[in-house]
């Protein structure tokens, strides 16, 4: 989520709230509404206890989808790389080949596929060069054998970004369930209307008014913290950024330099394919 953005939400349900605070007090009894401020007291603490539990589950979940993504997605540029060298001991032209071809990879990943995980989408044009890939390996293991040791190192190396992909992907398409959110909203909306409750014209206005103000924060934040932990594809600050795979066509270029070979040019700088 945009930091700009998160701190307008923020200031805005605080303001709103507060003003809700200070509207309320003028009607409520001297005192307050509750006769009995420790049984008050007791309650808060059952809501506001329970709220933190959930959400403290529900920010585990989305901790642990979050670093699943990032790990997948590292694992997936690793694997680019080891397969990159792996094509060098191909035979013929089919070493420049598999390398373009994991070039144009790497780039539909970063220009074309990781825009379309905001919407939990593949992209069409990863899924080319993912059957272009598997056709190279073909080639070669008809031309040398299937116990050759390139065209062994070469499936698994497959194995290994079609794990990672898929890994990333499927994150990129799970959301939080809806009753889960329904859940989080609800018990923020008891936390924080039962601070209304607590309005006395006989308080301070000030104590009043950070009461209110700093449940508010606190529990919208949190909301906020959820939101971003269960989209970590979004595209905003906070989210996981294709640099594990830029560096991968960093590395592969270094490669190709030391080794004095040049990758096939059989894309664009965005991964679209020149002939398909």
């Known amino acids: 989520m945009n930091p ?3 701190v307008g939400v923020i200031v805005v349900s605080a303001a709103v709230m507060v003003a809700a605070m200070l509207f309320v007090r003028r009607s409520a009894p001297p005192g307050g509404r509750f006769s009995d401020s420790d049984r008050a007291s007791g309650v808060f603490g059952f809501l506001g206890a329970g709220f933190v539990i959930l959400l403290g589950f529900v920010i585990f979940l989305s901790f642990g989808t979050y670093e699943s993504a990032a790990t997948r997605a590292d694992a997936e540029a690793a694997a680019v790389v080891s397969q990159f060298r792996t094509a060098a001991d191909f035979d013929g032209d089919l070493a420049q080949q598999g390398q373009g ?6 780039r539909s990943v970063i220009a074309q596929e990781w825009p379309s995980m905001r919407d939990g989408q593949r992209s069409p044009a990863t899924e080319w060069w993912i059957v272009a890939l598997d056709d190279t390996g073909v080639e070669e293991q008809s031309a040398t054998s ?21 890994g990333r992907v499927l994150v990129a398409q799970g959301q939080i369930p809806t009753l889960l959110w ?25 104590a009043q008014v950070a009461m209110m103000g700093g449940v508010t924060v606190l529990v919208v934040a949190s909301l906020l913290a959820v939101q971003v932990l269960a989209a970590p594809f979004s595209g905003e600050s906070g989210s996981i950024d294709p640099s594990s795979m830029e560096y991968s066509l960093v590395q592969m270029d270094q490669f190709s330099k030391a080794e004095g070979t040049t990758p096939a040019v059989l894309c664009t700088e965005a991964g679209i394919a020149l002939k398909q």
Do not use: F
């Open 4 to 6: 700009w953005l998160a």
């Open 182 to 206: 329904a859940l989080l909203v609800i018990g923020a909306v008891l936390v924080v209307g039962w601070v209304l409750l607590y309005a006395d014209p006989e308080e301070e206005w000030l």
């Open 101 to 106: 071809e994991l070039v144009c990879y790497a």
């Open 146 to 166: 299937t116990s050759a040791q390139p065209v062994q190192d070469w499936w698994e190396s497959t194995n290994a970004r079609q794990l990672g992909r898929s």
